[in-house]
């Protein structure tokens, strides 16, 4: 295939990379690997481009290291994208399981008029999606009034997207998933597809659960301030942008 696809995988993850690399052979992609950044490996100290008192706020909790080490591996990611000049690359995580119309629908979204920033290829919901565009490929393509719509597994980004997004993602201050899709916040033209083009393979996340990092209730309010206030950007972005 003649679009760039980067997996980030952990070092320790050798099985996961095996795994990935032998799904993307089977239908003809040869992937890059993209060394994950151990979040865990990294004490909370030392741990930059991350607005501690931001994200506790805005996200409710305290970031986990894992959560660190996803952000500012799809960062790294983003760098390779920037430094080989692709007009479009396709960033994975290594949980990733392709479909196995993939490759026809992933090029079918280049061609589109909408000259899209980036296109998600995987979310874990989309509810209230408006069509923007179809492809040829039959993909219908657009946004959501609802969200997050959650996941970073996988998307399809331009090098005009991969430049604004790394310049407009950091400092760091709510998780990846959730940075990654807002369009109204760092410029980015970012859509999805009503269908996925991916699905998750049965190897669990390498992040780690949530609960023990949630504050009481009674500190959230800010983060309930944020939420609705985002989530009317949402509304507008799907609708009029």
């Not at 799904?23 to 950044?37: K, S, T």
């Not at 979310?123 to 009034?145: M, S």
């Not at 033209?189 to 949630?214: E, H, N, Q």
Request: proline share 6%; hydrophobic share 40%.
């Amino acid at each position: 295939m003649d679009i760039p696809v980067l997996v980030i995988n952990l070092d320790r993850s050798k099985e996961r990379w095996e795994g990935l690399a032998a799904r993307a052979a089977a239908i003809d992609i040869f992937p890059e690997r993209v060394q994950a950044v151990d979040g865990n490996a990294i004490e909370p100290s030392e741990r930059r481009e991350l607005q501690l008192r931001k994200f506790q706020l805005w996200h409710g909790r305290r970031p986990m290291g894992g959560e660190y080490g996803c952000y500012m591996s799809h960062m790294r990611a983003l760098d390779r994208v920037i430094a080989a000049g692709w007009p479009y690359a396709v960033i994975l995580e290594d949980d990733a399981e392709f479909l196995p119309d993939f490759v026809p629908r992933l090029r079918a979204l280049t061609r589109l008029d909408l000259k899209p920033d980036l296109v998600k290829l995987y979310n874990h919901r989309t509810k209230g999606f408006i069509t923007r565009a179809k492809t040829e490929a039959g993909d219908h393509v657009g946004r959501c009034i609802h969200g997050p719509l959650g996941s970073s597994m996988g998307y399809l980004v331009s090098g005009e997207g991969a430049a604004k997004l790394r310049a407009g993602a950091l400092p760091m201050f709510l998780p990846y998933d959730i940075a990654l899709e807002r369009g109204w916040a760092h410029g980015l033209r970012v859509y999805i597809t009503r269908k996925p083009l991916l699905k998750p393979a049965r190897s669990g996340s390498t992040i780690g659960g949530y609960k023990k990092t949630k504050f009481p209730f009674y500190m959230r309010i800010p983060t309930a301030l944020f939420r609705g206030q985002d989530y009317l950007r949402r509304t507008l972005y799907a609708v009029f942008s």
